[in-house]
């Protein structure tokens, strides 16, 4: 039987990185997607020395081009895509929004955003017309999806709309095997990645609790591993003693 296979974007560092290796264990060929291709094959190599199979593409989810020659690249060595997890992203600086400069703005929507519209709208061509058809799009989407942190406009307003990309993805799928669901994450560290923003701190209120990110992988990976007709539509991982549900 042929290996699934998965696209994981962002996957250098964090979240992705441990994700990608996960999947690489439970049986997944995949394709480690990035713009820092010296962390890629990082990656490739860690999943190489546990006999994992991985591919490293260098990719740019905010231009129309990369997205497309990732997932050309992914036909090209494996012949079809069975998982995208749409992981890229960035944190913006904290700031108040009448400090928030137009350039700033434009930069985490088109990462947060537009990059993951590009990255489904690619998937959903592949998925659609392989056979066997369909496949599945996890989207990474975050507790900041519910709740905002103080001088996150930029941020909290692409994490909202990701919720809205995931259940237009989940409708306009159903007709072609393609099931989406998305993973609101809180804090997260990864003692591998000493060079991960630090998304622990809230302006005016100091650190907030973390859980190590194999946490977030394995809750990626169970996700991923369901048959088609089942689909967790929505998953929020997170500390329990973080301050989400309310304050106390």
Same mark, same amino acid.
């Given at each position: 039987?042929?290996?699934?296979?998965?696209?994981?974007?962002?996957?250098? @560092?964090?979240?992705?990185?441990? @994700?990608?290796?996960?999947?690489?264990?439970?049986?997944?060929? *995949?394709?480690?997607?990035?713009?820092?291709?010296?962390?890629?094959?990082?990656?490739?190599?860690?999943?190489?020395?546990?006999?994992?199979?991985?591919?490293?593409?260098?990719?740019?989810?905010?231009?129309?081009?990369?997205?497309?020659?990732?997932?050309?690249?992914?036909?090209?060595?494996?012949?079809?895509?069975?998982?995208?997890?749409?992981?890229?992203? =960035?944190?913006?600086?904290?700031?108040?929004?009448?400090?928030?400069?137009?350039?700033?703005?434009?930069? *985490?929507?088109?990462?947060?955003?537009?990059?993951?519209?590009?990255?489904?709208?690619?998937?959903?061509?592949?998925? /659609?017309?392989?056979?066997?058809?369909?496949?599945?799009?996890?989207?990474?989407?975050?507790?900041? #999806?519910?709740?905002?942190?103080?001088? @996150?406009?930029? +941020?909290?307003?692409? /994490?909202?709309?990701?919720?809205?990309?995931?259940?237009?993805?989940?409708?306009?799928?159903?007709?072609?095997?393609?099931?989406?669901?998305?993973?609101?994450?809180?804090?997260?560290?990864?003692?591998?990645?000493?060079?991960?923003?630090?998304?622990? #701190?809230?302006?005016?209120?100091?650190?907030?609790?973390? &859980?190590? =990110?194999?946490? =977030?992988?394995?809750?990626? #990976?169970?996700?991923?591993?369901?048959?088609?007709?089942?689909?967790?539509?929505? &998953?929020?991982? &997170?500390?329990?003693? &973080?301050? +989400?549900?309310?304050?106390?």
């Amino acid at each position: 039987m042929t290996a699934p296979v998965a696209v994981v974007t962002g996957a250098s @560092s964090g979240i992705g990185r441990a @994700s990608a290796i996960l999947l690489a264990r439970r049986g997944f060929s *995949v394709v480690l997607a990035a713009r820092r291709s010296d962390l890629l094959e990082q990656v490739r190599q860690t999943i190489a020395a546990a006999g994992g199979v991985a591919r490293a593409v260098r990719c740019d989810v905010r231009d129309e081009g990369s997205v497309r020659e990732l997932f050309a690249a992914a036909v090209a060595e494996f012949g079809r895509v069975d998982l995208l997890f749409n992981n890229a992203g =960035v944190i913006p600086p904290f700031l108040p929004i009448q400090d928030l400069g137009a350039q700033e703005w434009n930069d *985490v929507v088109q990462t947060n955003l537009t990059g993951s519209f590009l990255c489904a709208r690619e998937a959903f061509r592949v998925m /659609k017309d392989q056979q066997p058809r369909g496949g599945r799009i996890i989207n990474n989407g975050s507790v900041s #999806a519910h709740v905002p942190r103080p001088h @996150s406009v930029g +941020y909290t307003a692409t /994490k909202h709309a990701i919720t809205g990309l995931t259940r237009s993805l989940s409708l306009d799928g159903r007709e072609f095997g393609i099931a989406c669901g998305q993973i609101d994450v809180g804090n997260a560290t990864d003692r591998a990645d000493a060079g991960s923003p630090d998304a622990a #701190a809230t302006p005016g209120e100091g650190r907030e609790p973390t &859980m190590d =990110v194999s946490h =977030v992988a394995e809750a990626v #990976a169970y996700m991923a591993g369901l048959p088609l007709e089942a689909n967790v539509q929505f &998953m929020t991982v &997170m500390a329990t003693t &973080m301050p +989400y549900i309310g304050r106390g």
